[in-house]
């Protein structure tokens, strides 16, 4: 139960941070709304255009925008909350070591200057990779009858019953509303619970087999058929926001705008239309050349270019399902252009789910690198250079007859391996005996996945 308390407190403190995930925070009672009409709660991640997310993942399961707020709001007040537990009030100090100010809208804060991604964006791929995790690792877990027990389930229930009592203590007048204010319509008891049941699962399910050993056979069996999730990819990616071709719209008296279903239909109307426009650009080049002369672009003080994401592996690539499929399709190639339509899930004040274009990402495929080159694993015994003398510094310095010496106890030992058994077995004492590199007590010198380009 403290646990849970002080995750709650934890979550007040962070207003500043989470209000800043969508476009106007929700305030209890208010009716405050994003540029498309959606009423995100203050813990909610929004699309570029106010909307709320929904993310599909490898796994095979559509997330709710709600399930997505879930992970994502979790992440960062369970991250703020360890700090603080460690730094007390020096816990801003730390973020901002970070280089995050807590007491300003992630959203607005950029965490890499090369991509503009803000640290929104940063917690928001974070959290979708846990969520990634825990589905798969509970479809593992129920495809093998592995249940949370009764203890769990009682862990639970109580951490519900916190909720449930805790909630009026910070203004609300029951866990649905302290939910909906802090990820978005859509939030309730229930589906938050069922989250719960699932991360509980998947993290029992995985600190019971992760000291489980792996053999080789069941790594060649895994990998046969995932070929393209151990390949690697290279290509160029530009994303037309919705957002940015809106246009009219009305400002209400707090200077919330909204806009009508023509506009916004408009807007994705001619979003689409320069999408269309790239992908006829013909090579990488050509692409970014036609991104900079987009209209939408013409007032940019300086040039606007696709992002270009060099040797990628497939289970990294940050795209939908269907562009990472055109990516791995056997007959692309270099200069390839397509568009992909991004959808949102946006979750009306009744519960009601629609599902709109928010964004297109025009994807340039450049490259594919199968990753077929063998690595070796070897053995290696040192012999070292034996000086006794120093220069000015104080570093040791070896002389070529002292460098010269050492290469010929390397060759008499290496010929003394030769003339005996030559296995690796008898190489392995040998090095024991002769070589000058401690580490060989631990690995035997052993030295794994060695690729040929390795300094």
Known sequence: MKKWIAFLLAMVLLVGMLAGCSKKSANKGSGSSTADGTTPGQGAVTGGDGSNIAAVTDAGHQLSS???NYYFVDYITTLYQSIYESFGENTSVYFAYMGINVSTPLN?????PDTGETWADYFLKTALEQAKSDLLLCDKANAEGFRLDENDRKAIENDVKTLQTYAPYLGYTSADEYLVATYGNGATLASYQTYMENSALAAKYYNAHQDMPVTDAQIREHEKDRYFDYSSFTYAVYTIKVSDYLTGGTE?????????????????????ADADKLKNAGGFDAFDTAITQLAINADKTSAVTSTKYDGVKYTKIQLQDSAKLWLVNDTR????IAVFANETTQTDAQGNNTAVITSYDVVCFMERNDNLQPLANVRHLLVEFESSNTDKTGATTYSQEEKAAAKAEAERLLQLWKEGEATEESFTALLKEHTDDPGVVNNNGLDEHIHPESP
């Open 66 to 68: 709600v399930i997505v």
């Open 108 to 112: 607005t804060q950029v965490c890499d």
């Open 252 to 272: 209400t008296a707090d200077g919330t705008k909204t806009y009508t279903q023509e506009e916004q239909d408009a807007a994705r109307a001619a979003a689409k």
């Open 333 to 336: 190639k270099n200069g390839d």
